[in-house]
């Protein structure tokens, strides 16, 4: 493994930046004056703050949604589309100081935050040119009575999102629920706010009206919790951990909200003897070792590999980790960014404790932080982890179970295409799974006899606005991308008018 030192890292803690908050078309400050620390996870140094918004915030924030959803809801398809596409040419000539600031916040390399910029604009675009086919259905049930439904939109809903992607997801979900005519209060998370304040800014430039979209940061048990609870959000769209998702349903229940949840993954990486080995070992290895640092809710964290080839496959994976670049997420040449933050960087690392505990064998990696840079670097204070890879052949341990959320993999081997199915299926998630085989028929029985939301063939963390993506089991309940994916942000009404024969 090498480390990136072509390009300084972001940010002394000399230049720290304010940003603010967004609540009905002002940029304002925490009520309570209070602030977050963001710090850059490539230094360990602050870089920023964002205001800890709480319930005054979210309040504020809820009526100036209210005050604003009359209107956008009144306002034609085909203009909502034109200022939504209007945001996505803004994004597009601002990606750089947004990529920028999302890589500096979260430390996810720019081989992907650069991509996921222009994959967000894409789309808004998209959504926007769903705004305009939203319809209801004509049912013909009596010769005296016009029978039909409509779809509307909710009205005030939340948003709360994670650390991981935060832009990705505050364009592709903010675009979908306004596109549909809803107003909008978004919390984002609170250790990696500031390119979503960033890109909030170009919503105002885009003509989008005051209040339609809101930004409160704060911590998830203050601001978080207020918008959860608050009685005018009619639905809180949630994407983060499985266990934060629980709790928003127990706290949801006051008012009965309209849930949707995008919770975490263990997703399985099945490689079988018959496939195209090559290929697999590169795609595995990104689909655990990412840009990221494996902080993905799809990465392929368990890997599964066909007994017969096993020690060779595992050999394939060491030699593509040791040619990583682990570094500055801003440079070109950086394979893999740190961990997020401090408390996440801290719980990997006890992941990689807890597998030796377990018994399992580290087949590479293991080392963090000061072990990987010479202590004059000014990564050395950095969360980096290397790609770490376990290997074990019980699937009742923690390294097998839990969601680590970080660069850590763990291989088992498999004997049968029964047993693969088996433990791909023995996990309490069910977001994603990749298969690689050159078995037609095994392909296709795989696909339905794995439980989760995606199935990727002989490629993996491939996703596509237009392909909806959602989790099984205790990975989601709804789904989000595809050609319906306003309809997640639309009630139903039914009409019947008695007019006689
Ligand atoms: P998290 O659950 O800790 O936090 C997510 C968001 O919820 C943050 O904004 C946080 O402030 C907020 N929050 C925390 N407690 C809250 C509460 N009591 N009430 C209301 N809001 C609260 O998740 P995380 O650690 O930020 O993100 C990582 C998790 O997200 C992983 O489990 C990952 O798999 C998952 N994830 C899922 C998807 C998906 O599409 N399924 C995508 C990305 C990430």
Redesign the pocket.
């Known amino acids: 493994m090498s480390i990136a030192t072509n390009e300084s890292p972001t940010a002394p803690s000399s230049n720290v930046v304010d940003y603010l908050q967004l609540i009905g078309g002002e940029f304002r400050a925490a009520s309570n004056g209070g602030w977050i620390d963001s710090v850059n996870p490539t230094t360990g140094q602050v870089w920023a703050r964002v205001p800890a918004g709480n319930t005054d915030d979210i309040d504020l924030a809820v009526a100036a949604a209210s005050a604003a959803y009359e209107d956008w809801r009144s306002t034609p398809a085909a203009q909502r589309a034109s200022i939504l596409r209007a945001w996505a040419r803004s994004v597009r000539e601002h990606a750089d100081e947004l990529w920028r600031l999302d890589s500096t916040d979260n430390g996810r390399a720019r081989v992907e935050t650069s991509p996921a910029i222009l994959g967000g604009a894409g789309q808004i675009e998209f959504h926007a040119g769903l705004a305009e086919t939203i319809t209801g259905e004509t049912v013909d049930i009596s010769p005296t009575a016009s029978t039909y439904s409509v779809r509307e939109p909710f009205g005030v809903v939340g948003l ?6 935060p832009l990705a997801m505050f364009l592709a979900k903010v675009s979908a629920a306004v596109a549909a005519g809803n107003t909008i209060v978004v ?4 250790r990696a706010s500031v390119s979503v304040l960033a890109a909030a800014r170009y919503l105002a430039d885009a003509g989008l009206p005051p209040g339609v979209v809101n930004v409160v940061t704060g ?3 203050a601001a ?2 207020a918008l ?1 609870i608050h009685p005018e959000v009619r639905k809180i769209s ?7 998702g629980r ?2 349903t127990e ?1 949801s229940t006051s008012n009965l909200k309209v849930l949707g949840l ?4 263990k997703s399985p990486h099945i490689v079988f003897a018959d496939a195209d080995l090559d290929a697999a070992a590169i795609s595995v290895s990104a689909g655990i070792f990412t840009g990221s640092a494996g902080q993905a ?1 799809i990465a392929g964290s368990r890997i599964l590999i066909e007994r017969s080839i096993f020690e060779d496959f595992v050999d394939r994976l060491r030699i593509i980790a040791s040619r990583m670049t682990l570094g500055d997420p801003l440079a070109e040449s950086t394979d893999m960014g740190p961990i997020a933050f401090d408390t996440q960087f801290e719980k990997v690392r006890e992941y990689v404790k807890v597998g030796s505990a377990e018994g399992a064998t580290l087949a590479f990696g293991g080392r963090s932080g000061a072990e990987l840079f010479d202590e004059a670097s000014p990564l050395s204070g950095g969360y980096f982890i290397e790609p770490t890879l376990f290997v074990t052949d019980d699937n009742t341990s923690r390294i097998c179970q839990e ?1 680590i ?1 970080g660069p850590v993999a763990v291989a088992l081997a498999f004997d049968t295409e029964e047993e693969a199915v088996a433990l791909a299926n023995d996990s309490l998630y069910g ?1 994603a799974a990749g298969v690689w085989s050159s078995d037609l028929g095994r392909v296709h029985r795989l696909i339905r006899r794995i439980r989760s939301g995606t199935v990727w063939v002989n490629t993996y963390r491939r996703l596509h606005w237009a392909l909806p993506f959602s ?1 099984q089991k205790e ?2 309940n709804r789904p989000s991308n595809g050609p319906h994916a306003l309809d997640e942000w639309l009630e139903h009404k039914s009409v019947w008018i008695e007019h006689g024969a």
């Open positions: 709360i999102i994670p650390w991981n992607a919390k984002p998370p609170e911590e998830g048990s978080g919790e959860v949630f994407t983060g951990s499985t266990a934060t709790r928003i706290k995008e919770l975490g993954g809710c969601e959320f977001l989790g990975s989601g």
